[in-house]
């Protein structure tokens, strides 16, 4: 995997660094029921993000995530937006399609699996 670029993450908020966590976690949790191993950590993470190792994804999915990583680090808007409510929509449509598609599918996963307690833990 690549190393991924970052021109300005020294300025990454804590909020900023949930929401790639946030991404990584529920990432790892579709690839695990999606797709085959071997899966892998995520490499080549600039210093803040290192607490992302820990979620493991195939190659597609890495690949996915360091251009969502590198995407929201390399965002030029000054209040950096959630990406849902961005006008500039820099991810390829492709990818955009896959983060909903993600997040709508691990929330529901995790809710099933009755681990409510963890998503709280992350979102407050
Ligand atoms: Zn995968």
């Known amino acids: 995997m690549a ?3 970052c021109v300005n993450c020294s300025d990454l908020t804590r909020k900023e660094i949930k929401d790639l966590k946030i991404l990584a976690w529920f990432t790892s949790v579709y690839c695990s029921d999606h797709h085959e191993p071997p899966r892998e950590s995520l490499s080549g993470l600039p210093p803040q993000l290192l607490s992302l190792e820990r979620y493991q994804c195939c ?11 590198e995407r929201r680090l390399n965002c ?4 950096r937006p959630v990406c849902k409510h961005c006008k500039i929509h820099c991810y390829r449509s492709d990818y955009r399609q896959k983060v909903r ?18 998503l ?3 979102l407050f």
């Not at 030029?76 to 209040?79: D, S, T």
């Open 3 to 5: 190393k991924i670029s």
């Open 59 to 69: 190659s597609e999915c890495r690949e996915f995530l360091s251009y969502a990583i």
């Open 76 to 79: 030029p808007l000054e209040e």
């Open 101 to 118: 598609e993600v997040m709508r599918y691990s929330g529901k996963a995790l809710i099933k699996r009755g681990r409510l307690d963890l």
């Open 120 to 122: 709280w833990h992350y």
